[in-house]
């Protein structure tokens, strides 16, 4: 039997599926039947994943090429016995792992999400008895029962219905219940169209119905799932992979420099130990020690920012991937749309009436009569329309004190909003037309109907709604405008649907029948005909207005906007018109071209990137379709970021460069699988997020392009020491005070600065596009050729004024400072002058400088600082030169800053 389980089950007789899988449909399992399944298959719940343990994430902080640098670097110090150096080196090393741990800790809990999912009971055939027992003991062949608020506790094929409605739009993304059928289908129709099966994890919404578990824990669909989780790539994010690249390249080009170096020192017949001193000078000055740190803080920054706009970061580096987001795959339901059913039009009486507002709330919103208001109940028909919405259903909406919700089935539920937007007390209308029977919705007739006594008590009404071809074929006349009898017009009626249709509406119709003489209950036979056509309703599952203004912002900073939805594709089609994706809307008569599951599952893997790229709509898409859409984006180099709500996201959601997920409607899987969370499921904070991440990515780089030419006159200094057979003008040890002092209190500040203006307007980064340009690659050499000309001319400057060589270091170390300081100045923008905007717009600068000042004071004149880092007190002469040597450079980097744009294209 355990070849069987991951059979498709859809297209066979339900008697061959029972006969297959060995079950009883009287008695269902006995014992031991039980009990040898539940060996052969185990509990019905999800296998757990191990990940990586807390030691093996700590180790792996050391596993990189510029730490590798450093910890060789420590090592070759301590032998030396230079202990101070070897100590702070491994400090930094030490430190930089420390954050970087942190940084990792929150682990991913996808797949224990899931796992959660799967806990609940079922009423299960047992023995010849109805039992109710924990779902994990399920097996397959057991038969089960299902009733309205139940959860699907496993896979299964249904054998018997009664207007068994189920919510698959966790699964599936289907935005309203599907009725269930019993017969079986084609062998090719998609899991979203199987309507005689059942997925774990789904809700029963209204009906009855009987299965047979074929499948439990890892072979259900949500275990499938499961697995796409856990195979989908976890992808670098764009500033990582060019960090990493980076970090390469500094790797061996220090190390080509450092034997370079040594070499030429031992062949000038230098000490073999001031040579080796020299190669870790080298090493850890041409290391920008300050960068993980910096890196990880100035997201985190972006954290804190992004959270005070509704978007919570889970993991760090997604805060700089919306920055260079080009393409956003966006589910439909609860994600672009309200995740509520909306009456949009209303037609009564011959007449077309619109319905304002979106979603539950009643008090939002009113009905117009072409684009006007009017009084609703002017209108006869209308108001008989409305009416029978009320009246002929079984749901209820509620009011909390956060919002409007429907108990039952959000098609009915909708019917209430308008009937209280034209002023009718849905209380008041149940009190005078109280209801004597009903006769269910069943998938057979397509409608449901019901009995009440009239106001006066003096007769009997019938009310009735259901599919328009249900309703239209059992009418004889229809209502006029003014609530009167007149002749049945279906053609016009039909064509009016047709309209509605084409628009991605669901239409119901309604009708009425008034008794000649009372009965006792109704029945079919009552509304097979005479019925009076009173009118339509049609809604649909209406997009968020914001979510509109953010598509267009979206597509104002070049970013694509696609939808991935499993619902069908005219209603899919109908909402990308509406919202405008690409451009695309309702008004200008152009509709964005859509691509279903099916015809993605006919194209090949070159073929679907070429369509990926070209296409906006992608409908009834199964999960493992929406894994491989995301892949296809990125195989053209897209940096991808993917939305959603539901389990079906989930495996696209961590596949994508960024995954965002709903923090209100969101499932706790799709949740656990992003990258990100909106904590008020609305698209318009993706925008927001996005512009966070593109000022993080801007703050980034600016650090990058400051902290660099530091690291760069660093190791020019020390080469040109060596090749010219003169003392090294600064030691490791105040390399590295350098490094991560600077870093801490100067650079850092860079990453309050606030976002440039125009932010929004323009293309996202090409994510091949380096992190430095040709233009910021020649401010670095242009800064770093002016610290190594200042530091070593002071250098010797105080040599020859006979200064001692810890006073000579010392004026080095603090050129390196205060040339930085300066410089930091120039970094708050790399294309503006920092006076254009505003010299005290960041006042986080000026509170780093000073602390930056005392530091220095301290490591010059502080008796214990002196020993430790060999530095000695200077005079204030000595301070004049250093300060004009930094004045100078920021008027060098203003004015290449002015002069660039006017002599180059780039």
Same mark, same amino acid.
């Given at each position: 039997?355990?070849?069987?389980?991951d059979?498709?089950?859809?297209?066979?007789p339900?008697?061959?599926?029972?006969? /297959?899988?060995?079950?009883?449909?009287?008695k269902?399992?006995?014992?031991?039947?039980?009990?040898?399944?539940?060996?052969?298959?185990?509990?019905?719940?999800?296998?757990?994943?191990?990940?990586?343990?807390p030691l093996?994430?700590?180790?792996?902080?050391?596993?990189?090429?510029?730490?590798?640098?450093?910890?060789?670097s &420590?090592?070759?110090?301590?032998?030396l016995?230079?202990w101070?150096?070897?100590?702070?080196?491994?400090?930094?090393?030490l430190?930089?792992a420390?954050?970087?741990y942190?940084?990792?800790?929150?682990?991913v809990?996808?797949?224990?999400a899931?796992?959660?999912?799967?806990?609940?009971?079922?009423?299960?055939l047992?023995?010849?008895?109805?039992?109710?027992?924990?779902?994990?003991?399920?097996v397959?062949?057991?038969?089960?029962?299902?009733?309205s608020?139940?959860?699907?506790?496993?896979?299964m094929?249904?054998l018997? !219905?009664?207007?068994?409605?189920?919510?698959?739009?966790?699964? #599936?993304?289907?935005?309203?219940?599907?009725?269930?059928?019993?017969?079986?289908?084609?062998?090719?129709?998609?899991?979203?169209?199987?309507?005689?099966?059942t997925?774990?994890?789904?809700?029963?919404?209204?009906?009855? $119905?009987?299965g047979?578990?074929?499948?439990?824990g890892d072979h259900?669909?949500?275990?499938?799932?499961s697995?796409?989780?856990?195979?989908?790539?976890?992808?670098?994010?764009?500033?990582?992979?060019?960090i990493?690249? *980076?970090?390469?390249?500094?790797?061996?080009?220090?190390?080509?420099l450092?034997?370079?170096?040594?070499?030429?020192?031992i062949?000038?017949?230098?000490?073999?130990?001031?040579? *080796?001193?020299?190669?870790?000078?080298l090493? !850890? &000055?041409?290391?920008?020690?300050? /960068?993980?740190?910096?890196?990880?803080?100035?997201?985190?920054?972006?954290?804190?920012?992004?959270?005070?706009?509704?978007?919570?970061i889970?993991?760090?580096?997604? !805060?700089?991937?919306?920055?260079?987001?080009?393409v956003?795959?966006?589910?439909?339901?609860?994600?672009l749309?309200e995740?509520?059913?909306?009456?949009?039009?209303?037609?009564?009486?011959?007449?077309?009436?619109?319905?304002?507002?979106?979603?539950?709330?009643?008090?939002?919103?009113?009905?117009?009569?072409e684009?006007?208001?009017?009084?609703?109940?002017s209108?006869?028909?209308?108001?008989?329309?409305l %009416?029978?919405?009320?009246?002929?259903?079984?749901?209820?909406?509620?009011?909390t004190?956060?919002?409007?919700? +429907?108990?039952?089935?959000?098609?009915?539920g909708?019917?209430?909003?308008?009937?209280?937007?034209g002023?009718i007390? =849905?209380?008041?209308?149940?009190?005078? *037309?109280?209801?004597?029977?009903?006769?269910?919705f069943?998938?057979?007739?397509?409608?449901m109907?019901?009995?009440?006594?009239?106001?006066?008590?003096?007769?009997?009404?019938?009310?009735?709604?259901?599919?328009?071809?249900?309703?239209l074929?059992?009418?004889?006349?229809?209502?006029?405008?003014?609530?009167?009898?007149s002749?049945?017009?279906?053609?016009?009626?039909?064509?009016?649907?047709?309209?509605?249709?084409?628009?991605?509406l669901?239409?119901?119709?309604?009708a009425e029948?008034?008794?000649?003489?009372?009965?006792?209950?109704?029945s079919h036979?009552?509304?097979?005909?005479?019925?009076?056509?009173?009118?339509?309703?049609?809604?649909?599952?209406p997009?968020?207005?914001?979510?509109?203004?953010?598509?267009?912002a979206?597509?104002?900073?070049g970013?694509?906007?696609k939808?991935?939805?499993?619902?069908?594709?005219?209603?899919?089609?109908?909402?990308?018109?509406?919202i405008?994706?690409d451009?695309?809307t309702?008004?200008?008569g152009?509709?964005?071209?859509?691509?279903t $599951?099916?015809d993605?599952?006919?194209?090949?893997?070159?073929?679907?990137?070429?369509?990926?790229?070209?296409?906006?709509?992608?409908?009834?898409?199964?999960?493992?379709q929406?894994?491989?859409?995301?892949a296809?984006?990125?195989?053209?180099?897209?940096?991808v970021?993917?939305?959603?709500?539901?389990?079906?996201?989930?495996?696209?959601?961590?596949?994508?460069?960024i995954? +965002?997920a709903?923090?209100?409607?969101?499932?706790?899987?799709?949740?656990e699988?992003?990258?990100? !969370?909106?904590?008020?499921?609305?698209?318009?904070?993706?925008?927001?997020?996005?512009?966070?991440?593109?000022?993080?990515f801007?703050?980034?780089?600016?650090?990058?392009?400051?902290?660099?030419?530091?690291? =760069?006159?660093?190791?020019?200094?020390?080469?040109?020491?060596?090749?010219?057979?003169?003392?090294?003008?600064?030691?490791?040890?105040?390399?590295?005070?350098?490094?991560?002092?600077?870093?801490?209190?100067?650079?850092?500040?860079?990453?309050?600065?606030?976002?440039?203006? $125009?932010?929004?307007?323009?293309?996202?980064?090409?994510?091949?596009?380096?992190?430095?340009?040709? #233009?910021?690659?020649?401010?670095?050499?242009?800064v &770093?050729?002016? /610290?190594?000309?200042?530091?070593?001319?002071?250098?010797?400057?105080?040599?020859?004024?006979?200064?001692?060589?810890?006073?000579? %270091?010392?004026?080095?170390?603090?050129?390196?400072?205060?040339?930085? =300081?300066?410089?930091?100045?120039?970094?708050?923008?790399? #294309?503006?002058?920092?006076?254009?905007l505003?010299f005290?717009?960041?006042m986080?600068?000026?509170?780093?400088?000073?602390?930056?000042?005392?530091?220095?004071?301290?490591?010059?004149?502080?008796?214990?600082?002196?020993?430790?880092?060999?530095?000695?007190?200077?005079d204030?002469?000595?301070w004049?030169?250093i300060?004009?040597?930094?004045l100078?450079a920021?008027?060098?980097?203003e004015?290449?800053?002015?002069? %660039?744009?006017?002599?180059?294209?780039?």
């Amino acid at each position: 039997m355990s070849s069987l389980i991951d059979k498709h089950w859809h297209h066979l007789p339900k008697e061959e599926v029972v006969d /297959l899988l060995d079950g009883n449909l009287e008695k269902g399992l006995d014992q031991f039947e039980i009990k040898h399944l539940q060996e052969t298959f185990g509990p019905n719940a999800l296998t757990a994943k191990k990940g990586k343990g807390p030691l093996k994430r700590f180790l792996l902080q050391f596993h990189q090429p510029l730490i590798y640098i450093l910890i060789v670097s &420590g090592i070759i110090t301590a032998l030396l016995q230079e202990w101070v150096d070897s100590g702070v080196i491994f400090g930094v090393v030490l430190v930089n792992a420390i954050i970087g741990y942190i940084q990792e800790a929150k682990a991913v809990n996808a797949l224990a999400a899931l796992a959660r999912t799967m806990t609940t009971e079922a009423t299960v055939l047992r023995q010849g008895e109805k039992k109710h027992i924990p779902a994990t003991e399920l097996v397959p062949g057991d038969i089960v029962l299902l009733a309205s608020g139940d959860k699907v506790p496993a896979d299964m094929r249904l054998l018997a !219905v009664k207007d068994l409605r189920v919510d698959e739009s966790a699964l #599936t993304g289907e935005s309203l219940p599907v009725e269930k059928k019993e017969g079986e289908l084609d062998h090719d129709t998609l899991p979203a169209d199987r309507l005689n099966m059942t997925y774990a994890s789904s809700l029963v919404t209204y009906g009855q $119905g009987k299965g047979i578990v074929t499948a439990t824990g890892d072979h259900t669909e949500v275990g499938r799932i499961s697995e796409l989780i856990a195979s989908a790539d976890e992808l670098a994010t764009p500033l990582t992979r060019k960090i990493a690249h *980076f970090s390469h390249i500094l790797l061996y080009a220090i190390l080509a420099l450092t034997v370079l170096t040594v070499a030429v020192g031992i062949l000038r017949g230098q000490a073999p130990f001031d040579m *080796f001193m020299a190669a870790v000078a080298l090493a !850890v &000055g041409a290391i920008p020690e300050g /960068l993980p740190a910096a890196v990880t803080i100035t997201l985190a920054i972006g954290v804190s920012r992004m959270a005070k706009r509704r978007a919570i970061i889970r993991k760090l580096p997604a !805060v700089e991937t919306l920055g260079s987001t080009t393409v956003i795959c966006s589910d439909k339901t609860g994600t672009l749309t309200e995740n509520q059913m909306t009456v949009q039009k209303i037609m009564a009486g011959g007449i077309e009436y619109n319905v304002t507002g979106a979603g539950y709330n009643p008090l939002t919103g009113k009905i117009l009569q072409e684009g006007n208001s009017f009084d609703p109940g002017s209108s006869p028909a209308l108001v008989e329309c409305l %009416r029978a919405g009320i009246l002929c259903n079984d749901s209820l909406l509620l009011s909390t004190d956060k919002e409007w919700r +429907v108990q039952g089935d959000p098609t009915e539920g909708a019917l209430f909003v308008p009937a209280i937007k034209g002023g009718i007390d =849905l209380a008041e209308q149940k009190s005078r *037309f109280p209801r004597l029977d009903v006769l269910p919705f069943e998938s057979e007739h397509q409608y449901m109907a019901t009995l009440h006594k009239s106001e006066d008590n003096s007769k009997q009404l019938i009310y009735i709604k259901g599919a328009v071809e249900a309703v239209l074929a059992r009418c004889a006349s229809q209502l006029d405008a003014g609530g009167s009898g007149s002749a049945l017009d279906a053609d016009t009626i039909i064509h009016q649907v047709e309209h509605m249709a084409e628009m991605g509406l669901r239409v119901l119709a309604f009708a009425e029948k008034e008794l000649a003489a009372a009965i006792d209950g109704i029945s079919h036979d009552d509304v097979r005909s005479d019925l009076v056509f009173i009118g339509l309703m049609a809604m649909m599952d209406p997009p968020r207005a914001e979510a509109i203004q953010a598509v267009k912002a979206c597509r104002n900073a070049g970013i694509s906007v696609k939808m991935i939805t499993g619902d069908h594709a005219v209603t899919a089609a109908a909402i990308a018109g509406q919202i405008g994706l690409d451009g695309m809307t309702t008004e200008n008569g152009a509709m964005p071209r859509v691509l279903t $599951g099916r015809d993605l599952a006919a194209l090949s893997d070159r073929e679907l990137i070429e369509q990926a790229e070209k296409t906006s709509v992608f409908a009834r898409v199964a999960p493992e379709q929406k894994l491989r859409l995301v892949a296809a984006l990125q195989s053209r180099g897209h940096v991808v970021a993917m939305t959603g709500d539901g389990v079906n996201d989930a495996p696209a959601l961590k596949q994508a460069d960024i995954g +965002v997920a709903m923090g209100i409607t969101g499932t706790e899987v799709s949740k656990e699988a992003a990258d990100m !969370v909106l904590t008020d499921d609305n698209f318009s904070s993706i925008e927001a997020a996005v512009e966070e991440g593109r000022g993080v990515f801007d703050n980034l780089t600016k650090f990058i392009v400051w902290t660099l030419p530091t690291n =760069l006159g660093e190791g020019l200094v020390i080469m040109a020491a060596i090749f010219f057979g003169a003392t090294l003008p600064i030691l490791p040890v105040q390399i590295l005070w350098i490094n991560m002092t600077t870093a801490g209190f100067l650079g850092l500040m860079l990453a309050f600065e606030p976002k440039e203006p $125009g932010i929004m307007t323009r293309m996202p980064r090409d994510p091949k596009t380096p992190i430095l340009t040709n #233009t910021l690659i020649g401010r670095i050499l242009l800064v &770093g050729g002016l /610290l190594l000309v200042a530091s070593f001319a002071l250098f010797q400057w105080e040599l020859a004024r006979g200064a001692d060589i810890a006073q000579a %270091r010392t004026v080095a170390v603090n050129v390196f400072v205060v040339m930085e =300081l300066f410089y930091l100045f120039n970094c708050r923008s790399l #294309t503006k002058s920092v006076f254009q905007l505003g010299f005290f717009s960041n006042m986080w600068v000026f509170g780093g400088v000073a602390i930056m000042l005392l530091f220095q004071l301290v490591y010059t004149y502080l008796p214990v600082m002196n020993r430790l880092f060999q530095s000695a007190p200077i005079d204030f002469g000595a301070w004049a030169r250093i300060v004009a040597a930094g004045l100078l450079a920021f008027l060098i980097v203003e004015a290449e800053k002015w002069l %660039r744009p006017r002599f180059s294209n780039e």
